[in-house]
């Protein structure tokens, strides 16, 4: 089994910034990329950003400039840096990790997810 455990969210005012963690724990042979998605009210989940193992990453066009994704492979763990936030960046962000096991196979994991609110 695998647990992706997200931490970071809350309410911060427009400008301000926020840094989202999330540890990947159990059965884990390598973790290929891990990424951010978030889910606003009544809009379908969106990808914000991600990362490989190799460190090559990949961004909304809508946070580019403004968020950082960045991951420590000894920890297992992946970052989101947001800053200038914008009331339109109030979502539930979810982490997700596509995990190996030790078999060969290999599965998208997904955190419980963490509210970020930036009012407008």
């Known amino acids: 089994q695998v647990q992706l455990v997200e931490s970071g969210g809350g309410l911060v005012q427009p400008g301000g910034s926020l840094r989202l963690s999330c540890a990947a724990s159990?059965?884990?042979?390598?973790?290929?990329?891990m990424g951010w998605y978030r889910q606003a009210p009544g809009k379908q989940r969106e990808l914000v950003a991600s990362?490989?193992?190799?460190?090559?990453?990949n961004y909304a066009e809508s946070v580019k400039g403004r968020f950082t994704i960045s991951r420590d492979n000894a920890k297992n763990t992946v970052y989101l840096q947001m800053n200038t936030l914008k009331p339109e960046d109030t979502a539930v962000y979810y982490c997700?990790?596509?995990?190996?096991?030790?078999?060969?196979?290999?599965?998208?994991?997904w955190g419980q997810g963490t509210q970020v609110t930036v009012p407008s």
């Open positions: 990362i490989t193992s190799g460190g090559t990453t």
């Open positions: 159990g059965s884990i042979f390598w973790i290929n990329a």
């Open positions: 997700n990790a596509r995990i190996k096991h030790i078999l060969g196979d290999v599965y998208d994991y």
